[in-house]
């Protein structure tokens, strides 16, 4: 209420005692408004996307079959073999049927050049325990907000201790703008 009052006194120049008087004061109301305004739409999207997704499963928008990583690779290994022939970023670690970690360009990235031939992957991925998973059957508003939360793009999906996939944060995005054009249409 007091943001519409003020913003309607603002736009016919009516000085609000609260805020007191002057040019600054003015600047300094729309920059609150402004502010607002945003938190406002933001929040509002926010509610719509975790509408939309609320009821799907993670199996729908997951990838099946992604490819792994073998803890015993050195990281030129990972680069030459993996991440310079496939868009991806990440690749889930695993050790035999056990997901081990989960090892990313961002990981890669830290490790000198000079060092790739000397470093394995074991050596700079993220354990398993320090990640965040998510099941095939768990809602993707949940799995989003786990993305979100920990801000990161892709998440194993793990069911009774196996790999099935992997969700990843573009699948999501490109599953809600199919869903929005297909509205729009």
Known sequence: ?????????MAFGVNVPILG?????????????????????QSYQQVVIEDVLEGIPVER????????????LTISQLVDDYIMGTDERSFPVLDGETLVGLVTL??????????WDKTYVRQVMTPADHLDI???SEDVSEALKKL????VRQMPVVQAGR???????????????????????
């Open 1 to 9: 209420w007091l943001f519409i009052v003020t913003g309607i006194a």
């Open 21 to 41: 008087t002057g040019f600054i004061s003015g600047l300094w109301l729309a920059f609150i408004g402004w502010f607002l305004n945003n938190a406002a739409a």
């Open 61 to 72: 928008l997951m990838r099946a079959n992604a490819p792994t990583a073998a803890p015993d």
């Open 106 to 115: 961002e990981d890669v990235r830290k490790v000198p050049r000079t060092e």
């Open 134 to 136: 998510v099941t095939p």
């Open 148 to 151: 979100s939360g920990r801000d």
């Open 163 to 185: 790999l099935v996939g992997m969700l990843r944060r573009r699948d999501i995005i490109r599953w809600l703008q199919l869903h929005s054009n297909m509205a729009a249409s």
